[in-house]
């Protein structure tokens, strides 16, 4: 049982790039979010998705696209990088309640040049 | 929109002494509070969560949470901390006006200091 995994661990891009951050969890959580935190403002919420087609916005979802095709992946999806997203991203996922405990991946450092 | 606030941005203490982190959120509905720790470099895990019933919450290596519905609070509190606990604590609240999505404060710093 591996959890949340994403991948990259580390990437740096150019402005104007794109990529894609992969999230994959293997609990069959209904529930992941992508979450981006920077230094004196915690964590905020980018996308979210309550179950496999379905997604909504959280606190900061400009320039970050997300799809949930299957249960065990939910990818975030940069269209044109900007230096404002120099972050770093976690993936989280839990089982379906409100009241549950989140499962969080261990990270993705991205730096935007 | 529901909003976490963490009042702190950074708490020294000293190995041995008691710590409290203070957290108060924003909602006129019942809602689910969580503490999360992050160690230094790692991703975030669990420390203890409120959901009803009694008002103090007891979480893992120690620690314990005290809801005040009245207060809007949820302070975290360890009777005597260990260097081990130097890392960044965050408070979060998920249902009332927020439905499924889980907010998080801003975190606070806590430094053991041997």
């Known amino acids: 049982n591996a959890g949340v995994t994403q991948t990259p661990k580390f990437q740096v891009l150019k402005t104007g790039q794109s990529m894609t951050l992969q999230c994959a969890q293997d609990m069959n959580h209904e529930y992941m979010s992508w979450y981006r935190q920077d230094p004196g403002m915690g964590l905020r919420l980018i996308h979210y998705?309550?179950?496999?087609?379905?997604?909504d916005q959280g606190e900061v979802p400009n320039g970050y696209n997300v799809s949930r095709s299957t249960t065990e992946d939910f990818p975030l999806r940069l269209l044109s990088a900007a230096p404002s997203q120099t972050s770093v991203y976690f993936c989280?996922?839990?089982?379906?309640?409100?009241?549950?405990?989140?499962?969080f991946g261990p990270g993705t450092r991205l730096t935007v040049l | 929109a529901q909003s976490v606030t963490q009042l702190d941005s950074q708490v020294p203490v000293f190995e041995e002494a008691p710590v409290e982190l203070r957290c108060n959120y924003s909602s006129s509905v019942s809602v689910y509070l969580f503490w999360y720790v992050q160690y230094p470099n790692q991703g975030l895990q669990l420390l203890l969560k409120?959901?009803?019933?009694?008002?103090l919450v007891k979480g893992i290596n120690g620690f314990e949470a005290e809801f005040n519905k009245s207060q809007t609070s949820f302070h975290l509190r360890k009777p005597s901390v260990h260097i081990s606990d130097t890392a960044e604590y965050f408070c979060a609240v998920s249902g009332g006006t927020s439905y499924d999505k889980v907010i998080f404060g801003p975190g606070t710093s806590l430094s053991v200091i041997p």
């Open positions: 989280a996922s839990r089982s379906e309640g409100r009241a549950d405990t989140q499962y």
């Open positions: 998705s309550v179950g496999a087609g379905i997604t």
């Open positions: 409120y959901l009803s019933g009694s008002t």
